[in-house]
């Protein structure tokens, strides 16, 4: 396998080529522009790409209501921390080495936008006010300021379908208590709990 590694961006472009049009190489704005605007207060998920100070990477899915990322302006957008397992890989990236990326997504749409930018880890009170939900306010929020944003081309989507129920499993999908204990050897007793804890934490911790 070493024999046939790239190492080098020379031997990529002799491989693959060249951008197919100078607008691919030029469609990044330096901020969000009206459009990625309209597209994001639509967007009701977004991943969250962070690596720490060791270089470890980190993606993360975030998920709420169709405008939960706000845009401040073109420079800044506001994410909500909403209750999770507490672990805080991101969060935690974030205050360590503040580099990072999001890829938001809209159901049922074939485009997605790319932001690239910095973030910070705020408790600020105007700012956590303003993703109230059943009287419950995040403990925190990421403030991301934008380095970078362009629309990406629909391809991926349309290879794998997502959209579309042509690719809906066949088999039983394992379950998070299942992805989550695989190398553990647990008990059937044991998993079945920590089945039951997961779904409780759904119900009751959503924000």
């Known amino acids: 396998m070493a024999n046939h590694e790239i190492k080098s961006e020379a031997q990529l472009r002799a491989l693959i080529g060249h951008p197919v049009h100078e607008l691919v190489l030029v469609k990044s704005a330096d901020r969000i522009t009206r459009p990625m605007k309209i597209f994001i207060e639509q967007s009701p998920f977004v991943c969250l790409a962070t690596h720490g100070k060791s270089g470890a990477s980190d ?33 935690i990236n974030i205050i360590d080495q503040p580099e990072l990326a999001l890829l938001f997504m809209i159901p049922g749409v074939l485009e997605t936008v790319r932001v690239n930018g910095t973030g910070t880890v705020s408790t600020d009170p105007a700012l956590l006010k303003r993703f109230e939900v059943n009287g419950k306010l995040p403990v925190l929020v990421i403030v991301v300021t934008v380095t970078e944003a362009f629309g990406h081309c629909s391809k991926a989507f ?50």
């Open 59 to 91: 993606v993360s899915p975030r998920g709420d209501a169709p405008g939960f990322v706000h845009v401040l302006d073109e420079k800044t957008l506001v994410i909500p921390d909403r209750p999770g397992n507490k672990r805080l890989d991101s969060i």
């Open 158 to 207: 349309r290879r794998s379908r997502l959209w579309q129920p042509d690719y809906l499993p066949d088999d039983k999908v394992p379950s998070l208590a299942e992805l989550m204990s695989g190398h553990l050897d647990l008990d059937k007793d044991t998993t079945d709990m920590l089945e039951s804890a997961i779904e409780q934490d759904a119900s009751d911790n959503m924000y």
